[in-house]
Nanobody
Framework: QVQLVESGGGLVQAGGSLRLSCAAS????????MAWFRQAPGKEREFVAS????????HYADSVKGRFTISRDNAKNTVYLQMNSVKPEDTAVYYC??????????????????WGQGTQVTVSS
């Protein structure tokens, strides 16, 4: 398993940008597929984006495609989520997650074995 710590959340106006970071502990980060999920109040946690261990392949939820970009730096044990053109409906707690499973793309919470504590993103209209 790996320990994950998210940062970078905050309050942003609609149409603005925000960059989330997720720092991982351990020497096996480069072996894991990583993902971002989010959970709004009263709603289930939903998939946002994922990236393979090598960083070559990415996958996005339709709701964020073209606005969000997931990336990773294996030398820094960090995965990022660049959020552009944000909307009020993007307001949620954002979580990063890690999986060693080989299925691609992994979009279900049950496929991930390690989770961060989350970072709040609030988009004002």
């Amino acid at each position: 398993q790996v320990q994950l710590v998210e940062s970078g959340g905050g309050l942003v106006q609609a149409g603005g940008s925000l960059r989330l970071s997720c720092a991982a502990s351990g020497r096996t980060f480069s072996l894991y597929t990583m993902a971002w999920f989010r959970q709004a109040p009263g709603k289930e946690r939903e998939f946002v984006a994922s990236i393979t261990a090598s960083g070559i392949s990415t996958h996005y939820a339709d709701s964020v495609k073209g606005r969000f970009t997931i990336s990773r730096d294996n030398a820094k044990n960090t995965v990022y989520l660049q959020m552009n053109s944000v909307k009020p409906e993007d307001t949620a707690v954002y979580y990063c997650a890690a999986t060693g499973a080989g299925l691609w793309p992994p979009t279900y919470t049950a496929m991930f074995h390690s989770w961060g504590q989350g970072t709040q993103v609030t988009v004002s209209s």
